[in-house]
């Protein structure tokens, strides 16, 4: 059987996530169009991606899901005049909560979600650690370690959660449907990277790093050897290139 085709994670983020809020927060500017077109065209991103993405690799992508229905609450909460503005901390809140609650659901499924965020043919050789843990006998072990690991990815949703309350309650203030309503907005999906990404995308790395310990530890390999290969070739071509930058400098040093 063919393997499916890798996904692109960026692509995945920036069709799901980031032109859609670009869209509901600059469109009307960058188009010259009203809301409710807007909102047609934003909603359009992440259920085409879905759609292609099930096309292509045969399965549901859970970002698209999340993304169009954050996308439909944020559009109509932005057509509907004098509705409370809480309403979008509420929704900024739930979106990540909505992640992290479907990561730890499908743990207890044969498909859970870590394995495609962090233990995913994208970056690792799972069939070789599939394999070395069937001789090794360290299975268990390595579940073990899937656990923690999700419990950590999980956990940088809830932080995702409460930083995202937080923000929206502070920043969107005005009545929904204004202009002062659409630049808060805008503010914060601006802000939203330093003061979420960055956070929640450390406690990540934990996770990522938690897991690699793992992988070395009940395979028996080095890192560098269940890497995927394409991972493994990146790497060692920005090696090389930093080896031979670093032999011209020391040459030109000593002329």
Known sequence: MPAHKRENIWLNIILNVVLPSLLLTKGAKWLGLPPAPI?????????????????????????SVIGFVSVLITGVIGLIEDIPTRWIAVKEAA???????????SSFT???????LLFSKELFDV???????GEKGTRIQFEKVISSCTLWVVASFLLSTVLNY??????????SGTEAFNSEIGKM????????????TAVMMVAL?????????????ELDEVLHPEVREKLAAKDAAYQEKKAKKEIDQKQ
């Open 39 to 63: 909102l047609i065209i934003a909603l359009s991103l992440p259920l085409i991606y879905g759609i292609y993405d099930y096309i292509v690799r045969k399965k549901v992508n859970i970002f």
């Open 95 to 105: 979106v990540p909560f909505l992640f992290g609650l479907a990561i730890y659901l």
């Open 110 to 116: 044969k498909k859970p979600l870590i394995r495609a």
């Open 127 to 133: 069939d070789l650690i599939e394999q070395s843990l």
């Open 166 to 175: 937080i923000l929206a309650s502070w920043l969107v203030i005005s009545p």
């Open 189 to 200: 999906t601006a802000l939203s990277w330093p003061v979420i990404v960055l956070p929640t």
């Open 209 to 221: 790093f938690k897991l690699m310990k793992g992988i070395e530890a009940t395979t028996g390999h």
